[in-house]
């Protein structure tokens, strides 16, 4: 049996909240005092995501990096992959907020977004 403490970010109470389980099943949830928290702790016990933040080189500028972002939460899982493909990737300039930088990184349906503006 698994167990996670998980302290739930879906209001600023930010609940400690206990979570059981087994083979993919929630066996128990515990700490949590609404229904929001009970089903955020549980996705969050099966499926993990994360909003990815990083920077990628900048090319034909004086700004030599672009904060970039997930533009959706991504698997826990794959963001090591994911940092590694944006490692590799250089925008050219110009770029403004929320231009797509990567597209459907690596085959996960997400974009990886500009957060920045650069001429
Ligand atoms: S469990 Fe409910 S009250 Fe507690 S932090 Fe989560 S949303 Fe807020």
Known sequence: MQEKKIICTVCPIGCTIAVKGEGGKI????????????EYS??????PVR???STVRL??????LMPV??????P??????????IKKTEAKVPVRCMDVII?????????????GNAE
Do not use: Q, W, Y
Request: proline fraction near 4%.
């Open 42 to 47: 549980a996705n969050e016990f099966l499926h």
């Open 59 to 64: 090319k034909g500028s004086d700004m030599p």
């Open 27 to 38: 066996l128990s949830i515990e700490g949590h005092t609404c229904k929001r928290g009970e």
């Open 76 to 85: 826990r899982e794959s963001l090591f992959d994911c940092m590694e493909e």
């Open 103 to 115: 597209k459907d990184i690596l085959g996960t349906g997400i974009d990886i977004v500009a957060t």
């Open 69 to 74: 972002r997930s533009n959706k939460p991504l």
């Open 51 to 53: 909003i990815l933040t």
